[in-house]
C-alpha cells in the first residue's frame, strides 16, 4: 500500500491519448491519462467510465448533449452511451474503469491501446 502522487506520475508521459495504469480498486483499474484534441466516438458495450479532470478542461460531447467538466469535476458514461472526448487544450484525467475496458470501446482503429502501461 503506497500513495500515489499524481503530479509526479503525470511527469512520467508526454503521449495522448495513452492511459497508464497507477493502481487497482476491486476488478478496476485507475488510469491516468493526458488528452489533447478529438478522440472518437465510441461507446463501451460493458463497461462503465468516470473521467475526473485534474488538470484543464474536457468536453465530453454525447449524440444528443455536451458536458463540460473543469478542473475537480467528473462524469460517469454509463455502458452502451456513444461519447466523444475532446481536450482543446492539454488535458490531465483520471479515468476509473472496470480492468476490461478498451480505450476506444467497441471500436480497433489506430488509437486502441490493447496492452495499457503501468506507471
Given at each position: 500500500?503506497?500513495?500515489?502522487?499524481?503530479?509526479?506520475?503525470?511527469?512520467?508521459?508526454?503521449?495522448?491519448?495513452?492511459?497508464?495504469?497507477?493502481?487497482?480498486?476491486?476488478d478496476?483499474?485507475?488510469?491516468?491519462?493526458?488528452?489533447?484534441?478529438?478522440?472518437?466516438?465510441?461507446?463501451?458495450?460493458?463497461?462503465?467510465?468516470?473521467f475526473?479532470?485534474?488538470?484543464?478542461?474536457?468536453l465530453?460531447?454525447?449524440?444528443?448533449?455536451?458536458?463540460?467538466?473543469?478542473?475537480?469535476?467528473?462524469?460517469?458514461?454509463?455502458?452502451?452511451?456513444?461519447?466523444l472526448?475532446?481536450?482543446?487544450e492539454?488535458?490531465?484525467?483520471?479515468?476509473?474503469?472496470?480492468?476490461?475496458?478498451?480505450?476506444?470501446?467497441?471500436?480497433?482503429?489506430?488509437?486502441?491501446?490493447?496492452?495499457?502501461?503501468?506507471?
Amino acid at each position: 500500500m503506497e500513495k500515489v502522487n499524481l503530479n509526479q506520475k503525470f511527469n512520467l508521459f508526454q503521449d495522448y491519448w495513452s492511459p497508464k495504469i497507477v493502481g487497482e480498486l476491486n476488478d478496476s483499474y485507475v488510469k491516468l491519462a493526458k488528452l489533447k484534441g478529438e478522440f472518437v466516438w465510441h461507446h463501451h458495450e460493458t463497461e462503465d467510465e468516470l473521467f475526473l479532470v485534474v488538470k484543464g478542461k474536457l468536453l465530453i460531447k454525447l449524440r444528443d448533449r455536451d458536458i463540460w467538466l473543469q478542473e475537480g469535476e467528473f462524469v460517469i458514461i454509463p455502458k452502451g452511451v456513444e461519447h466523444l472526448p475532446i481536450a482543446e487544450e492539454e488535458a490531465h484525467v483520471i479515468l476509473l474503469e472496470p480492468k476490461t475496458t478498451l480505450n476506444t470501446g467497441n471500436l480497433q482503429n489506430e488509437r486502441t491501446v490493447p496492452n495499457v502501461g503501468r506507471i
